[in-house]
């Protein structure tokens, strides 16, 4: 019995030794997990009953225990080693074979699956083209060609726009020049669009063009000016024989005389020289009134007497015979033309009275003139620029700048304010902003409210056509056929140049201009530079041009009964009936633990622990050997006995 009994101590003492070595050895392999030896009596036992007083028959080897503890987490310089903090396993495909492992010790083999140092092929979620991640399980694999471009489908801005500034460009009516005759006795009210309270006009009664220029110019928003222009002729058509006013006339022999006024008001020309129309012209010329003067008109060779404020003028003149003249005693009374300006202030024009309404249907039908319009190219006509890189379907860079140009405020002004919006690419002009800018209308708390009416605050670009160095197209896709229909989002795969850009999130406050956001779904190709692992175990791959992509999610196993599993060997283990079904997952979620980028777990073996385990089991050894070799004393005692 003593001989068992010992025996059975060796052979308990001889695992604890393998054990105890087997941890020491592997007191630096990543992912480890050490084990314990249990141990179990023995006692000699009957059929359904024990002994009385029964006899310990030595130890047994009941389990090898691992222990499954979190291991210290160590920094390496790999970006694919991973460590698990907390539970789960790595789940890894062994040539068909599922296995669990806690080493992180990966790389890439040449075909581009993620792989530990057994090339065992890591599992884990993939991803679409686009990067975005499915939940499908299959083997990691790390593209790693280049990334093909993607051409802008979408571009966001977010500004905000300095409410503080100025309007930089003003509208005006400029209205033909009318005729004093025309609109003598009209009256008209002016209406207003910033809540300036309308005006009346009255051009009765007035005796000078000049005198209704200055009854237009009063009103708020109107100026005018007024300009005589009188053809020294005779009033009759054709004019007699021999009296047009020509060097001939001047010439003939007789006493030459010429009178002029202003408002009836004789104006004193010397003509003792005047033997030709030149030197009538500048006889006039010579007079102290400065705002009269007289030209010659190469074509007809008529003489123009000018006022150049539109008083009225009277002239006559004779040669000494005064039935072909004019005559001195009753001059011809020439009066002026007015010229007006209206402002974008002003809402309309509505006659009141008078023979007629000439002046209100010019100025409603009067072209529009923009002073200090938009030009790209001076920046001193727009009140706020940014630019951003957009780019084709063939990769290809484009710099897409959006000006904006504050407007005045419609209506009253109270609660409302506008800004326009222009757009160019690469020095053009797009979205028709060359001819009709966007509109962008604000409320009283200065958010967007419309671009042009449209809620949603975007802008449909569909006039794009993508240009080389030389303004000449690159090949790249166009504008969609004209009479295409282009709906936004703008649907996947995109067939033209077409994109979206919005302004939703545009603001306009009392604070400087400030680009707050700016993003756009486009890049040119690029190659892959690195690989990033996040909490999640989301593989990232960053490529040359500043993309990066999600390619893939490392899976996480957990089991109910971990020490169920069964070692296989190189620091993995295998599902067993004992262990359960594994619990598959993503990693940071449930009872899952997440994962450390550039990191490993080391063993969990205590090195110390673990030698002094072995200095108990060389005891242990030692003293079963002597309880076997004391047997074998009283043994040879009694074999001696005679």
């Known amino acids: 019995m003593a001989f068992n009994t010992g025996l059975s101590g060796l052979r308990a003492a001889a695992v604890d ?21 249990q141990f179990g009596d023995l006692y000699a036992s009957g059929f359904l009953s024990g002994g009385s007083n029964p006899i310990g028959d030595g130890v047994n080897v009941q389990d090898i225990k691992q222990s499954f503890s979190q291991g210290n987490i160590s920094f390496t310089d790999s970006g694919l080693d991973m460590a698990i903090s907390g539970d789960g396993f790595f789940i890894l495909n062994a040539g068909g074979e599922t296995r669990y492992t806690r080493a992180g010790q990966f790389t890439i083999d040449k075909d581009g699956f993620v792989v530990n140092n057994q090339s ?11 990067g975005n991640l499915s939940g499908i399980r299959g083997n990691l694999e790390i593209a790693t060609d280049n990334l093909a471009p993607r051409r802008t489908t979408s571009l966001r801005t977010d500004v ?5 500034q100025p309007v930089l460009e003003s509208r005006v009516r400029d209205v033909v020049p009318l005729s004093y005759n025309d609109i003598l006795g009209e009256m008209f009210d002016v209406s207003y669009t910033d809540g300036t309270p309308s005006y009346s006009v009255d051009l009765g009664g007035l005796p000078t ?3 209704m220029a200055d009854q237009i110019s009063s009103a708020p928003g109107l100026s005018a000016s007024a300009t005589t222009t009188a053809p020294i002729q005779h009033p009759t058509t054709p004019a007699p024989a021999g009296s047009v006013l020509n060097d001939t006339y001047i010439s003939t022999a007789g006493t030459f005389s010429f009178n002029l006024s202003v408002n009836n008001a004789p104006i004193p020309i010397d003509t003792s020289s005047v033997n030709s129309l030149a030197d009538l012209r500048d006889a006039i010329n010579r007079t102290n009134d400065s705002a009269i003067f007289a030209t010659i008109d190469g074509t007809t060779g ?9 008083e009225n003028i009277q002239f006559s003149y004779g040669n000494g015979n005064p039935a072909q003249s004019i005559d001195p005693a009753s001059p011809v009374t020439v009066f002026g033309d007015v010229n007006a300006v209206g402002d974008r202030t002003i809402l ?15 100025y409603g039908t009067s072209p529009i003139r923009i002073t200090n319009e938009f030009n790209p190219q001076d920046q001193r006509t727009y009140n706020h620029a940014t630019s951003t890189s957009i780019f084709d379907s063939l990769g290809n860079s484009h710099e897409l700048t959006q000006f904006f140009v504050k407007e005045p405020a419609p209506g009253n002004g109270v609660g409302v304010s506008e800004w326009s919006v222009y757009l160019q690419i690469d020095g053009e002009m797009v979205a028709g902003t060359d001819v009709t800018p966007y509109t962008a209308r604000f409320d009283q708390d200065g958010v967007l409210q419309s671009i042009d009416g449209d809620v ?14 030389q303004g000449l197209p690159n090949g790249a896709d166009g504008p969609p056929a004209p009479g295409t229909p282009v709906i936004t989002p703008i649907p996947e795969p995109p067939t033209s140049s077409a994109f979206v850009l919005s302004l939703a999130e545009t603001t306009q406050y009392g604070a400087s201009f400030g680009v707050d956001d700016q993003r756009q779904n486009g890049y040119t190709t690029g190659r892959l530079s690195g690989l990033d692992v996040s909490k999640q175990g989301v593989l990232f791959a960053r490529y040359t041009n500043g993309q990066s992509k999600a390619l893939g999610q490392v899976a996480l196993a957990s089991f109910n009964n971990t020490d169920g599993l069964s070692p296989v060997g190189d620091t993995s283990w295998v599902e067993t009936f004992e262990s359960g079904q594994p619990v598959i997952g993503q990693p940071d979620t449930g009872t899952l633990g997440g994962i450390k980028a550039s990191s490993v777990e080391e063993s969990n073996v205590d090195l110390s622990a673990e030698l002094v385990n072995l200095i108990i089991a060389q005891r242990n050894y030692q003293a079963n050997a002597k309880t076997i070799e004391t047997s074998d004393a009283v043994t040879q005692t009694i074999i001696n006995l005679r």
């Open 302 to 310: 008529v003489l123009n007497v000018v006022h150049n404020q539109g």
């Open 348 to 362: 309309g024009l509505t006659a009141t009275g008078g023979p007629t309404s000439n002046f209100v249907t010019s």
């Open 160 to 164: 905000n726009l300095d409410s503080r």
């Open 456 to 469: 949603s605050g975007e802008i449909l670009i569909t006039d794009w056509i993508p240009k080389d160095s």
């Open 120 to 130: 065992m092929k890591v599992q884990g979620y993939t991803a679409d083209d686009d």
């Open 209 to 211: 063009a000049r005198a």
């Open 17 to 37: 030794l393998d054990v105890t070595g087997n941890n020491i050895a592997n007191a630096s392999t990543v992912g480890f997990k050490g084990s314990k030896v």
